[in-house]
C-alpha cells in the first residue's frame, strides 16, 4: 500500500531540525545588542565617574589654592604689620635716647633690615629737618600729611610699569613719633613688593599663582599697579573686571596705612590642570569590554575610600590637636587648682597658728613682768635666806627671765612669718591709686637704709638713683607696691652688706636705683654689686619660704609676695639678671595705665 504525498510532507516538516543559520543570526544580534547596551552603560558609567572624580580634583584644587592665597595674605599683612611696629619702635628708641648715640636704634635698623630683604630703607627724619630734595611728590605729599595730621601716612611708587619682568611697586610709609602731644620726628619706611610677596609665598609653591595689585575697585577698567607673576600670564594688561571673572582667582583687601589696596590672586595653569589623561585612555577601554561597570564602580569606591581616608587622617589631626589642647587646658586648671588650695592651706594654718601664738606672746609678756616681781621679792627678803641659797635663787630668776625673754623674741619672730602667710595668701588686691612713684621710692630707699643702720651703726653704702623724670604719677596699688621696694631694697642692702663683710678687698657697697619709660610701660632696675645669686638658686628664687639667709633672718616669702604683687596684681614683669659674688639686678616692668584686677592669683 503506497503513502500519499501530503502525509510524507507533514511528517518531513515535522522532523526538520532548526536552521542553524537563524540560531547564529539571533545569538550573533543578541550579543551585539548585549556589547552595544554593556558599551552604553559602560560609557555613562564611565562620564559619570569620569565628571565626579574631575569635580572632587577641581574643588579640591580651588580648595587648595584658597587656602595658599590666604596664607599668603596674611603673612603679607603680619610683615606689613611688624613692618610699622618696627618703625615705631626704632622712632621710640631715638625719642628716648638721651645721649644721642642713637646706638640702639641703629642697631634695631641693621638688625631688621638684615632679617628682612623686602626691607630697603628705614631712616630717622628729625622734627626741623627737611627731606624734600630725597622725595618724588606722592611721597611729599605723605609726608607731609604724616606731620601735619600727625597719623601715619603711606604712599606708592612704581617703576617701569610696562614691562613686567623688571617692574617694581614700592611701598612708603612715614610713621609720626610724638613725645604727648608734641611731634619729635617721623620714620621713613620702604618696602620692595615683589620681594615682600616672594617672601610670603610657601616655599615648594613659587610658580602656583599669579599676583595683581591694583589701586583699588572703583574704576574696574584699570590696569595692575603690579603684577608677580608665578607663570607668565597669557594676557599682559588684564583689567581688574576680567580678572574677576577668570576662574581660580581669590579677591582680598590690603590695608597699609591709609592705602587701601586690591589684591587678586590667580592660580596658574600649571597648578590648576587636570591629570587625568590615564583615566581617559582606561575609559576608552572599558567601552569594548564587559566588565566596565564593575571596574568602573570598583575605582570609584577606592577613590572615595581615598578620598575618606585623607578627611579621617584630617579629622584624626583635628582631634589629636583638640586632645592635646584639652590636656594642657587640664593641666593648667590641676595646677591653678593645686595653687588656690595651697594659698586656702597656707591662709588657714597661719591662723590656727596665730591664735595659740597670741596666748604664747601675750603669757610670755605677763611672765617677765612676773619675774621683776619675783627679783623684787627676793631682794626685799634676802635676809631670810643664807649668801649661798640667795645666790641660787637669783642665778634661776635671771635664768627665768633670760628664757622668757628668748620665748617671747622668737614669739615676735614668729609672728612676723605668720603675717607674711596671710599677706602672701590674700586674694583680693588693695586699693588702687595715683601714686608718685619716684617719691614713694626715695621713701622705702631710706626707710630701708635706716633699717640697716639701726640693725649695724658701721652698715654704709653708696646708693645712686637715676630717675626717668617723665615718669611721675601712675595707678598702682601704693601699699603692695611699698612692700615689693622694701623687699628688694632690704635683700640689695643685706647683699652688700655680706658681701663687705667676707671681702678682703677695696670693696665699695653699691646700690643703683633706675627708672626708665619703654612707651607703654615703666622699667625700674634695682641693682647691687654685692653676693648675685648662684646658678642652682636661680629656678627656686621666686618659690614661697625659700631663702638663703641665715635660719631667723628671714621667711623665703618677700620675692613670692613681690612676683605675685607684680606679675598677678598689676599685670606686669619680675625677672632678674645676676653674676655669683659680681652683681645681681631686679627688674620690675608694670604699666603705665593701670589693669586692675578683681582677683589676684596666689603662687
Not at 611701598?171 to 620714620?187: A, Q, T, Y
Not at 579677591?251 to 595653569?269: E, I, W
Not at 568602573?296 to 575618606?308: D, M, S, V
Request: one cysteine or more; charged letters at 25%.
Amino acid at each position: 500500500m503506497c503513502a500519499s504525498p501530503a502525509n510524507d510532507l507533514g511528517a518531513a516538516n515535522k522532523k526538520r531540525p532548526p536552521n542553524p543559520a537563524i540560531k547564529d543570526k539571533v545569538s550573533f544580534t543578541f550579543s551585539w545588542i548585549a556589547i552595544v547596551i554593556r558599551g552604553i552603560v559602560g560609557t555613562i558609567v564611565s562620564l559619570f565617574v569620569y565628571s565626579q572624580a574631575l569635580r572632587i580634583e577641581s574643588e579640591d584644587t580651588l580648595g587648595r589654592f584658597l587656602m595658599l592665597s590666604s596664607s599668603e595674605h596674611t603673612l603679607l599683612k603680619k610683615h606689613l604689620q611688624y613692618f610699622l611696629k618696627d618703625l615705631e619702635s626704632t622712632g621710640y628708641l631715638y625719642k628716648t635716647d638721651s645721649n644721642g648715640s642713637k646706638k640702639e636704634a641703629f642697631q634695631f635698623i641693621e638688625d631688621r633690615m638684615r632679617g628682612n630683604a623686602f626691607i630697603e630703607l628705614m631712616r630717622w627724619i628729625p622734627k626741623n629737618k627737611n627731606p624734600y630734595n630725597n622725595l618724588d611728590s606722592m611721597e611729599s605729599q605723605a609726608y607731609e600729611k604724616a606731620i601735619s595730621a600727625k597719623e601715619v601716612s603711606a604712599a606708592i611708587k612704581v617703576t617701569d610699569q610696562n614691562s613686567p619682568a623688571s617692574q617694581t611697586l614700592h611701598l612708603i610709609v612715614f610713621v609720626p613719633i610724638l613725645n604727648k602731644s608734641d611731634l619729635v620726628g617721623v620714620m621713613q619706611g620702604m618696602i620692595d613688593v615683589s620681594v615682600l610677596i616672594k617672601s610670603s609665598i610657601l616655599a615648594g609653591y613659587e610658580s602656583a599663582m599669579n599676583v595683581f595689585i591694583y589701586r583699588g575697585v572703583k574704576d574696574l577698567d584699570s590696569k595692575p599697579l603690579y603684577r608677580y607673576e608665578g607663570e607668565p600670564a597669557a594676557v599682559k594688561e588684564i583689567s581688574l573686571e576680567n580678572l574677576l571673572n577668570e576662574p581660580y582667582t581669590e579677591h582680598k583687601r590690603l590695608s597699609f596705612a591709609d592705602l587701601k589696596l586690591d589684591m587678586v590672586y590667580q592660580a596658574t595653569a600649571s597648578y590648576t590642570e587636570h591629570t587625568w589623561q590615564a583615566f581617559i585612555a582606561s575609559s576608552i577601554g572599558f567601552l569594548i569590554t564587559s566588565v566596565i561597570v564593575v571596574t568602573a564602580w570598583i575605582l570609584l569606591k577606592i577613590e572615595k575610600r581615598q578620598f575618606t581616608n585623607v578627611l579621617h587622617e584630617e579629622h584624626v589631626q583635628e582631634m589629636e590637636v583638640a586632645i592635646d589642647q584639652l590636656e594642657t587646658t587640664k593641666n593648667r586648671l590641676v595646677a591653678q587648682e593645686n595653687l588656690a588650695s595651697l594659698g586656702g592651706l597656707t591662709a588657714g594654718i597661719a591662723h590656727e597658728i596665730k591664735n595659740p601664738l597670741n596666748f604664747i606672746n601675750n603669757f610670755s609678756l605677763l611672765s617677765v613682768d612676773l619675774v621683776k616681781r619675783l627679783d623684787n621679792f627676793v631682794l626685799n627678803n634676802s635676809k631670810v635666806l643664807n649668801q649661798e641659797e640667795m645666790e641660787d635663787l637669783k642665778e634661776s630668776v635671771r635664768t627665768l627671765q633670760e628664757n622668757i625673754n628668748t620665748i617671747h623674741e622668737q614669739g615676735k619672730r614668729a609672728d612676723t612669718t605668720i603675717q607674711r602667710m596671710l599677706a602672701h595668701s590674700r586674694g583680693k588686691p588693695g586699693d588702687w591709686a595715683s601714686t608718685d612713684i619716684h617719691k614713694l621710692l626715695n621713701e622705702y630707699i631710706n626707710f630701708s637704709f635706716h633699717g640697716m643702720r639701726a640693725k649695724n651703726s658701721n652698715f654704709n653704702v653708696k646708693i645712686e638713683k637715676e630717675f626717668d623724670e617723665n615718669v611721675k604719677n601712675i595707678e598702682v596699688v601704693a601699699s603692695d607696691m611699698s612692700r615689693v621696694f622694701l623687699n628688694l631694697l632690704n635683700n640689695a642692702f643685706q647683699s652688700v652688706e655680706e658681701k663687705k663683710r667676707i671681702s678682703k678687698e677695696n670693696y665699695v657697697p653699691h646700690v643703683l636705683i633706675r627708672t626708665h619709660n619703654i612707651g607703654n610701660y615703666l622699667r625700674i632696675r634695682i641693682k647691687d654689686n654685692g653676693m648675685g645669686i648662684s646658678e642652682e638658686n636661680k629656678t627656686k628664687i621666686f618659690t614661697p619660704f625659700f631663702t638663703t639667709k641665715p635660719p631667723g633672718v628671714g621667711t623665703g616669702l618677700g620675692l613670692s609676695l613681690s612676683y605675685n604683687i607684680i606679675v598677678r596684681e598689676h599685670g606686669g614683669s619680675l625677672t632678674f639678671d645676676t653674676k655669683e659674688n659680681e652683681f645681681c639686678e631686679f627688674i620690675i616692668t608694670i604699666p603705665l595705665k593701670a589693669k586692675k584686677e578683681k582677683e589676684v592669683v596666689v603662687t
